[in-house]
């Protein structure tokens, strides 16, 4: 019976990516090189939330120093040939000649000519890949997600009104804004940044239904936000995005690494018997127990 269950829950499981299915939302492939603002996300002065820390806010021309970015390019690529370069440069405070201690980037998919305010499925992760140049400075990374109610397949248009929570922030710099999240620091490789909307820290940003909680189930990839670790270093700052996609990891694979194995099996006995919120809780039925375990066991070695 209880192995009945656990066949029962991993169908379900796998089925999670029937109804609303995870997709990539884009590798930035076939689009023309050069093209500037126009897909996925705005240029980053696009935003009026950010757009007094940057230095710049005409057009994009990197050759002239006008480091105000976000140009499909074929310089770098996690897959195909091409990803999207974003360029930006904070500013000092005119009025103090300082740093703005809260500086941070909102690069928002705001009404983007293409891919706009791509819809998602907040039960599904959500993972980018970057690029940063070793002569980067260091950032943190969160995910905006804005909680449209949206019925568009994946990817389609979601809608750009609702509340925006910040995912993975545990913290925000000065006033409201800046929000602290994953940390980015390895330079000169492609590195993956994973969201786990229903896990990770949230924090409300803005709307009234900005309040920490996840309100529906879903809506929209609304902003990346990049917050220096040092706001006194203003760059320039180069980005490279590539496979911005949702998905939902192999079932038993506890720490979505890929692989399930015994470090898995071992997460789900070192839970054995608690309740809530937890990884181990594969199932997702708020207890860890032997329907978890049997789950981590019926796909053992996949992805391995
Ligand atoms: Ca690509
Ligand atoms: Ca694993
Ligand atoms: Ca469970």
Redo the contacts with the bound molecule.
């Keep these: 019976m209880r192995i009945r269950c656990a066949v029962l829950a991993l169908t379900a499981l796998v089925g999670m990516s029937g109804a609303f299915a995870q997709c990539l939302i884009t590798g930035f492939e076939n689009f023309q090189v050069g093209l500037n603002g126009a897909v996925l996300f705005r240029q980053p002065s696009f935003s009026g939330s950010t757009t007094s820390f940057l230095a710049f806010t005409g057009v994009c021309n990197i050759p002239n120093g006008v480091y105000n970015c976000a140009l499909i390019s074929d310089e770098q690529a996690f897959s195909g040939t091409q990803s999207l370069k974003v360029v930006w440069q904070f500013r000092l405070n005119p009025d103090t000649g300082q740093p703005y201690p809260n500086a941070w980037l909102r690069l928002t998919t705001f009404n983007t000519p293409n891919i706009p305010n791509p819809a998602i499925n907040f039960d599904h992760r959500v993972r980018v890949r970057l690029y940063v140049p070793s002569d980067t400075p260091d950032f943190y990374l969160t995910l905006g997600v804005r909680e449209t109610g949206t019925t568009a397949a994946c990817a389609g248009n979601g809608g750009a009104s609702g509340g925006i929570e910040w995912i993975g922030a545990t913290s925000a710099q000065a006033g409201p804004s800046a929000p602290v999240g994953q940390l980015v620091n390895q330079k000169d490789q492609w590195v993956t940044v994973k969201f786990d909307i229903r896990r990770d820290p949230i924090l409300g940003f803005a709307g009234s239904t900005a309040n920490g909680t996840i309100d529906g189930n879903t809506g929209t990839i609304e902003q990346l936000a990049f917050t220096p670790t040092d706001p006194a270093n203003l760059g320039p700052y180069i980005v490279y995005i590539d496979d911005v996609e949702t998905y939902v990891p192999t079932p038993g694979d506890v720490d979505d690494n890929g692989c399930v194995d015994d470090a898995d099996l071992l997460q789900v006995l070192f839970a054995f018997g608690s309740t809530g919120q937890n990884d181990a809780?594969?199932?997702?039925?708020?207890?860890?127990?032997d329907?978890?375990l049997l789950i981590v066991l019926f796909n053992f070695g996949t992805g391995c």
């Design positions: 809780d594969v199932n997702g039925d708020q207890i860890v127990d329907a978890d």
